[in-house]
T-cell receptor, first 113, second 116 residues
Framework: SQQGEEDPQALSIQEGENATMNCSYK?????LQWYRQNSGRGLVHLIL?????REKHSGRLRVTLDTSKKSSSLLITASRAADTASYFC?????????????FGTGTKLQVIP | NAGVTQTPKFQVLKTGQSMTLQCAQD?????MSWYRQDPGMGLRLIHY???????DQGEVPNGYNVSRSTTEDFPLRLLSAAPSQTSVYFC???????????????FGSGTRLTVV
């Protein structure tokens, strides 16, 4: 089963609005990452938040992590049409002495100009 | 700096055929992984490797083999293709994640495989 589950599955907003997407996971993690995927392309790493961090910023991106609730959120402020893409969370956790990276099902964001 | 290179970009196979999807990275990354992406399923981990000579299974390993003889290459072999293996396959690589990590996976551009 998927380690991360994103919510909502799809989101449509007007340009300039903020977009918030959430990720829930099941087991303890070392860090959590967010990726963007444009249609037909590979995933691109956006931001990483460590398990001992609660909030992190990068440009128009704000990520929060609540390890007690096993959840994270990604906020994109002042959205642009170019932000239209699918967004995935990924968790890094220990597995048999190794670190395994597993991805969620993604949120498809549409930003309407 | 090419990053992660996957070949081929597109492939059509007949049921029962075998083939190898190639993945190469030039960043000296220890970690390499193969994922398949299906509509509504997100990315599912097939196999991963934490270094040359070390591989392990992910969520959906059945029907696939991997090996890691060098740091650079991590090929994925389909033993006997089935229509259920129709998917987009992504290879990704990274340095080892530790407490100071601030980077993620670098992904290839994908291989779109159709099994008929």
């Amino acid at each position: 089963s998927q380690q991360g589950e994103e919510d909502p599955q799809a989101l449509s907003i007007q340009e300039g609005e903020n977009a918030t997407m959430n990720c829930s996971y099941k087991t303890s993690i070392n860090n959590l990452q967010w990726y963007r995927q444009n249609s037909g392309r590979g995933l691109v790493h956006l931001i990483l938040i460590r398990s001992n961090e609660r909030e992190k910023h990068s440009g128009r991106l704000r990520v929060t992590l609540d390890t007690s609730k096993k959840s994270s959120s990604l906020l994109i402020t002042a959205s642009r049409a170019a932000d239209t893409a699918s967004y995935f969370c990924a968790t890094v956790s220990n597995s048999g002495g190794y670190q395994k990276v597993t991805f969620g099902t993604g949120t498809k964001l549409q930003v309407i100009p | 700096n090419a990053g992660v290179t996957q070949t081929p970009k597109f492939q059509v196979l007949k049921t029962g055929q075998s083939m190898t999807l190639q993945c190469a990275q030039d960043m000296n990354h220890e970690y390499m992984s193969w994922y398949r992406q299906d509509p509504g399923m997100g990315l599912r981990l097939i196999h991963y490797s934490v270094g040359a000579g070390i591989t392990d299974q992910g969520e959906v390993p059945n029907g696939y083999n991997v090996s890691r003889s060098t740091t650079e290459d991590f090929p994925l072999r389909l033993l006997s293709a089935a229509p259920s293996q129709t998917s987009v396959y992504f290879c990704a690589s990274s340095r080892h994640f530790d407490r100071t990590s601030n980077y993620g996976y670098t992904f290839g551009s994908g291989t779109r495989l159709t099994v008929v």
